[in-house]
């Protein structure tokens, strides 16, 4: 067996997952956003069109990923920046084990933000998502006005900006 054919093999895999990733982000927006209903860490169920007229950040995210662990605290912050505009934020654990493996993350890091657990896996494929974390920021007509793949500091000016500034627009304009 050529020795270089595992190597190719692997690149040609590689270039493929990232062009497909880069296809998806472009192509996840403009969208009605789709609706779900999934209980939050104490049980209470919340519904996706519940937050119609608010900005929507919606985080898939796991405790077992690393790069959703790392983008947590500055989601923290953008929390705390915007939490008295119409916005909400909302990060979907797809952790198996629920609210026994999400709970004591949440409250070592002080999270303050709603976390809704779906167990069951349900949200990810809705949304096409290929890996965690991925985030939806949902328009007040319930429609994806932007898809990022990947961590985000979350907390910095350009994400502060862009968020005020999509805060700020009129309701029924789209970002």
């Known amino acids: ?48 069109s519940d937050f ?3 900005v ?5 995210w796991a405790t077992w990923c690393p790069p959703c662990l790392a983008e947590m605290p500055s989601i923290e912050r953008l929390h705390r920046r915007f939490a008295d505009r119409d916005f909400v934020i909302l990060a979907v654990s797809e952790d198996a084990a629920g609210a026994k493996a999400v709970a004591p993350f949440a ?16 949200v990810s494929p809705r949304y096409g998502v ?7 920021v949902i328009g007040r007509d319930g429609k994806v006005i932007e898809h990022f793949v990947g961590p985000t500091d979350w907390a910095s000016t ?18």
């Open 107 to 122: 409250a070592q890091l002080g999270l303050s933000f709603t976390i809704l657990l779906d167990t069951e896996g349900k």
């Open 52 to 54: 119609r007229g608010k």
């Open 1 to 48: 067996m050529n020795r270089a054919l595992p190597i190719v093999i692997l690149a040609l895999v590689l270039a493929g997952a990232l062009g497909l990733q880069s296809l998806q982000d472009s192509a996840a927006r403009g969208y009605e956003a789709a609706d779900f209903e999934l209980p939050d860490l104490s049980g209470t169920s919340h519904k996706l």
């Open 56 to 60: 929507v950040f919606l985080n898939l």
């Open 130 to 136: 290929t890996g965690y974390p991925e985030t939806f």
């Open 158 to 175: 350009a994400r502060f900006n862009y968020f005020d500034a999509l805060l700020r627009q009129p309701v029924g304009a789209t970002g």
